[in-house]
């Protein structure tokens, strides 16, 4: 559906949208239950039974089937980091508003709860609050053994699709066979005025290894380093 809203033209995919994967913003809500929190001296999970809570929850859900045409796979209104609750918000989804949204398992959560929805029957799950922990040795772990669950042998090929919330580290993109990833981390990157680069092998731009980074901006403290700003490289560079 999103192709023909678009009038997409798979002769000219290039630079096109295919499908969108729309989030639910509860990483936006966590600093707000913390301050609900705060100024109820209860706990920050009280949050997620206020009125204000379920009216949004109940806008998020009014949001995609208005714009269901555009919107192929959208996020669980997860509980950072609360899996009980996390599944409560998925149930109320589905059963109350008809809706099928991607569930979350957050990073430290036991991974019976990524069981929990394989053996549910989800097919696309995602992995969240991997965000400022994603390179320590022990998310990695975590998420080692999470992939250890979804990649069965003899092939030890995904049997369900893992979304990483947060994710778009090379390092962590080459390591798992990920679904799909997001962060925004690209698109600050760009607001800072810095380019992303892939290698290039014989004159033929390589996506195999690291990419490296140039600063633009005129602002930017990497304009007097050599080699690291547009404006202080070499000619050849």
Known sequence: MAKQ????????????????FFDSGSFSLWPIAAKYAAENKTERWAYYDTPEFWRYIDLYAAFIKKFAAGIDFYANVDVIPNPELTWR???YLEKKHGLSPIPVV??????????HYI????????????????????????????FSLVCKPP?????TKLHGFGITSYTLMRRFPWYSVDSSSWTKAAGF???????????????????????????SPAASIKGQHYFSMRPAE
């Open 119 to 146: 053996k549910r029957g989800y097919e696309y799950i995602a992995l969240g609050g991997l965000v400022g922990s994603a390179m320590q040795d022990h998310c990695i772990g975590w998420i080692d053994a999470a």
């Open 106 to 115: 957050h990073y430290k959560t036991d991974l019976k709860w990524l069981e």
């Open 89 to 91: 918000n998925q149930q």
């Open 193 to 219: 005025g810095i380019l992303k680069i892939p290698q290039k092998r014989k004159g033929v731009f390589t996506f195999d290894e690291q990419h490296y980074s140039i600063a633009t901006s005129f602002e």
């Open 155 to 159: 092939k030890f090929l995904p049997t």
């Open 5 to 20: 809203l678009f009038n997409f033209d798979s002769e000219r995919s290039a630079g096109c949208v295919n499908s969108h």
